[in-house]
């Protein structure tokens, strides 16, 4: 009894398998799904395509038509997405409003659009985008930003710190290298190497950051707060 059992429950799982297999899409038919969008929507003009994507309720369809948006370089259709996006509401998800910002962000940071440096700037503000934001502001390389980014080398967090130096040696506005000189005195090693990689990046010499180093050791928590809490009057930095 108990082998006929055994039996007929391996049977089941069987066609149970089968079954769910039969009706789950593969991966080949959802590509395929996907390219065949694609190529609809090539042949459909901006405002249609903002229509679209206002309309349909599945965030990879709507990634699609981002993706057309971004490939035609269109700024100010993927601006008016991003602000739509902000006011959607149900049944589209908050995860996805999110989600859709953040392709927009780093579409912008791909494009390496100078339109879009002010909204950017704005959202170093937002908790849930500004790393997105910093990123986007390292590809577009617009010395204009620099001074939105200057605060965040002296975040409490290691990671807001690293980001920031990185993305200002990226944009290479020379006015940054006082401001990171001073982490060269930062109590975490990974800042302290990230700080003197991207001062070389900056074109800051050997004999400058040994300079500095130096200093770096006479260096107090005072002088770190006083430079966070006057960055845009008089930065102390070794280069003064």
Sequence with gaps: MKKKLHFLFSIILIFASLLATDCAPTKSTQLEAQQKAQRDYQNKDLETLKDLWLATEKYQEREVILQELERRGSY????SCYDMAGWMRSPKSSQDRK?????????FGRLKEQK???????????????????????????PNSAESIFPLLFEN?????????????????PRAI???????????????????????????SEEQIKD??????DLTIDDVFEAKISYEKAPVSYTH
Excluded: M
Aim: aromatic share 4%; hydrophobic share 45%; proline share 2%.
């Design 76 to 79: 100010d259709s993927l601006r």
């Design 99 to 107: 989600n859709d910002k953040i392709f927009i962000v780093k579409a």
């Design 116 to 142: 879009a440096v002010p909204l950017l700037t704005k959202l170093l503000e937002d908790k849930s985008l500004f790393t997105t934001a910093l990123d986007a502001l390292g590809n577009i390389k617009d």
């Design 157 to 173: 967090d290691q990671n807001v710190r690293a980001q920031a130096i990185h993305t200002l040696g990226g944009i290479g506005d």
């Design 178 to 204: 006082g401001r990171i000189s001073l982490l060269l005195a930062d109590k975490d090693p990974f800042i302290r190497e990230l700080a003197e990689a991207n001062l070389k990046r900056l074109g800051a």
């Design 212 to 217: 500095w180093k130096r200093k770096a050791e």
